[in-house]
């Protein structure tokens, strides 16, 4: 486990004023999960704490995951083992991985052993048999698929909004394999609706994987489908696609933070921000709504 000391929980709630949202009278209440650790940030702390409580519970020596050679999941994993005394390994996309960079600098700094395959290698990282090969290579490992993306990391997204007293009728946010949208969107009641923004282009099959994270985790057909409904994809802030950005993005994010004092990352948090904001502006979203926006974290991206 990470020692709790180390550790900002439960995360702050903020209420912030923008003028976009203040003309049509929609409140923004904000959860700082990016502040919850500066390496072990936003949502990767979430889908990390079961995940390594099970790691110690079978007395695993090595924590071992996927991600590629910037990834929040690598450095939020390295971090958090370094923090819990658990070993970790990195297996990363791409034979040309700049080992130098600063996410895989850091991680290494933190123990984590980085070890960088092709990328076709790479595409078999969910493969039953990869896996032996792996546990043949590195012994007594604990595996975490890439970006958390198992039931105990949508067990540990549920909590998000257990931690949540304020009322609000409607959750943002920004999605990546779907584990986070799916851990909250179980946490919600009859009323609230939540709408998530993928971070890549042509994000709509992301709904089947959110289905399919959810009937993992419920194995219940009627309770999924009520669940289902209440979620909704915004596909089209992508700016191009994955770690894509522009100057439009940058210059919206930097305002953004002059105005509420909440700073973004552009691969994540600042498309969210700005596809929720041209909602609110275009009229998508009703006059009065209370919008509880999920900050993910990802800010040593930046
Ligand atoms: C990894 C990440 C996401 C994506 O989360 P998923 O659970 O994979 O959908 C969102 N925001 C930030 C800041 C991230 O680092």
Same mark, same amino acid.
């Given at each position: 486990?990470?020692?709790?000391?180390?550790?900002?929980?439960?995360?702050?709630?903020?209420?912030?004023?923008?003028?976009?949202?203040?003309?049509?009278?929609?409140?923004?209440?904000?959860?700082?999960?990016?502040? *919850?650790? @500066? !390496?072990?940030?936003? &949502?990767? #702390?979430?889908?990390?704490?079961?995940?390594?409580?099970?790691? /110690?519970?079978?007395?695993?020596?090595?924590?071992?995951?996927?991600?590629?050679?910037?990834?929040?999941?690598?450095?939020?994993?390295?971090?958090?083992?370094?923090?819990?005394?658990?070993?970790?390994?990195?297996?990363?996309?791409?034979?040309?991985?700049?080992?130098?960079?600063?996410?895989?600098?850091?991680?290494?700094?933190?123990?984590?052993?980085?070890?960088?395959?092709?990328?076709?290698?790479?595409?078999?990282?969910?493969?039953?048999?990869?896996?032996?090969?792996?546990?043949?290579?590195?012994?007594?490992?604990? *595996?975490? @698929? !890439?970006?958390?993306? &198992?039931? #105990?990391?949508?067990?540990?997204?549920?909590?998000?909004?257990? /931690?949540?007293?304020?009322?609000?009728?409607?959750?943002?946010?920004?999605?990546?394999?779907?584990?986070?949208?799916?851990?909250?969107?179980?946490?919600?009641?009859?009323?609230?609706?939540?709408?998530?923004?993928?971070?890549?282009?042509?994000?709509?099959?992301?709904?089947?994987?959110?289905?399919?994270?959810?009937?993992?985790?419920?194995?219940?057909?009627?309770?999924?489908?009520?669940?289902?409904?209440?979620?909704?994809?915004?596909?089209?802030?992508?700016?191009?696609?994955?770690?894509?950005?522009?100057?439009?993005?940058?210059?919206?994010?930097?305002?953004?933070?002059?105005?509420?004092?909440?700073?973004?990352?552009?691969?994540?948090?600042?498309?969210?921000?700005?596809?929720?904001?041209?909602?609110?502006?275009?009229?998508?979203?009703?006059?009065?709504?209370?919008?509880?926006?999920?900050?993910?974290?990802?800010?040593?991206?930046?």
């Amino acid at each position: 486990m990470i020692p709790s000391g180390h550790l900002l929980l439960p995360s702050p709630l903020e209420k912030i004023i923008h003028p976009v949202a203040e003309d049509k009278g929609i409140e923004l209440l904000v959860k700082r999960d990016d502040l *919850i650790h @500066p !390496e072990i940030s936003g &949502n990767k #702390y979430r889908k990390l704490h079961y995940n390594l409580a099970q790691a /110690e519970l079978l007395k695993k020596e090595t924590v071992l995951t996927f991600g590629g050679a910037f990834s929040n999941h690598i450095a939020a994993t390295a971090s958090a083992c370094a923090l819990a005394g658990i070993k970790s390994t990195g297996i990363i996309r791409g034979e040309e991985a700049d080992l130098e960079n600063p996410t895989l600098k850091r991680a290494r700094e933190n123990g984590m052993i980085i070890h960088p395959i092709t990328r076709e290698r790479y595409d078999q990282k969910e493969e039953p048999l990869f896996h032996e090969e792996l546990r043949e290579q590195f012994g007594n490992i604990y *595996i975490i @698929p !890439e970006g958390g993306k &198992n039931y #105990y990391g949508v067990n540990g997204c549920i909590e998000i909004l257990q /931690e949540v007293k304020e009322e609000f009728d409607l959750v943002c946010c920004a999605v990546g394999t779907g584990t986070t949208i799916s851990g909250l969107s179980i946490a919600l009641n009859e009323q609230q609706r939540i709408i998530g923004f993928p971070a890549i282009k042509g994000g709509e099959y992301l709904l089947e994987e959110v289905k399919s994270l959810l009937h993992w985790s419920l194995f219940d057909k009627e309770w999924v489908e009520s669940i289902v409904k209440k979620i909704s994809l915004q596909c089209d802030f992508h700016f191009g696609g994955f770690a894509k950005s522009n100057p439009e993005l940058m210059e919206f994010i930097s305002d953004f933070e002059s105005i509420t004092g909440i700073p973004l990352d552009k691969v994540y948090t600042g498309k969210m921000m700005f596809g929720l904001m041209e909602m609110i502006r275009n009229g998508s979203i009703a006059g009065g709504t209370r919008i509880l926006i999920y900050h993910s974290g990802g800010l040593q991206g930046n």
